[in-house]
């Protein structure tokens, strides 16, 4: 991470919202750049009637279970109103730099009966790799990535 130079903040969340009372997965990703997550979060769109925890991970292969790294947990209060947002700074934990094509997945523990929301996470996207790109290069993901990433060089017309 030496090289790299911070963009400004940037937010993307998970979808259309969704039911938080059961214990579905949500996913926020996968990125295209490496990404440092400091803020992951929940948006109630449908009033929440009991107090959730929510685990957060870093899937290092979306869609794959298996590979995801735990990051922690943080709690969704009851009586969350249309509009109400939970953010929470994760500056100091560790696991949240994302290698490109990896996530941020959030589960509940269910309970309840009433709740949907979007989830989001916040940070910076910054790129990494070989520059100028003169040839088609491979190269591993960093910080514990499954799979490669593919470099090629762009040929202007």
């Given at each position: 991470?030496?090289?790299?130079?911070?963009?400004?903040?940037?937010?993307?969340?998970?979808?259309?919202?969704?039911?938080?009372?059961?214990?579905?997965?949500?996913?926020?990703?996968?990125?295209?750049?490496?990404?440092?997550?400091?803020?992951?979060?929940?948006?109630?769109?449908?009033?929440?009637?009991?107090?959730?925890?929510?685990?957060?991970?870093?899937?290092?292969?979306?869609?794959?279970?298996?590979?995801?790294?735990?990051?922690?947990?943080?709690?969704?209060?009851?009586?969350?109103?249309?509009?109400?947002v939970t953010r929470?700074?994760?500056?100091?934990?560790?696991?949240?730099?994302?290698?490109?094509?990896?996530?941020?997945?959030?589960?509940?523990?269910?309970?309840?009966?009433?709740?949907?929301?979007?989830?989001?996470?916040?940070?910076?996207?910054?790129?990494?790799?070989?520059?100028?790109?003169?040839?088609?290069?491979?190269?591993?993901?960093?910080?514990?990535?499954?799979?490669?990433?593919?470099?090629?060089?762009?040929?202007e017309s």
């Amino acid at each position: 991470m030496a090289d790299q130079s911070y963009s400004s903040l940037g937010t993307i969340s998970s979808g259309a919202p969704a039911n938080v009372h059961d214990t579905t997965v949500h996913q926020c990703g996968p990125t295209g750049n490496s990404f440092k997550v400091t803020q992951v979060g929940f948006i109630c769109t449908v009033a929440n009637n009991s107090a959730l925890v929510v685990t957060v991970k870093r899937a290092r292969t979306p869609t794959v279970t298996g590979n995801d790294v735990t990051i922690g947990t943080f709690p969704l209060p009851d009586a969350m109103t249309p509009g109400d947002v939970t953010r929470v700074s994760i500056n100091t934990a560790g696991d949240t730099d994302l290698a490109p094509g990896e996530a941020v997945t959030f589960v509940t523990d269910g309970g309840g009966s009433a709740g949907t929301g979007t989830f989001f996470i916040a940070g910076y996207e910054y790129a990494e790799g070989p520059n100028p790109i003169v040839s088609f290069t491979t190269e591993d993901k960093p910080r514990s990535g499954i799979g490669d990433i593919e470099y090629a060089a762009f040929t202007e017309s």
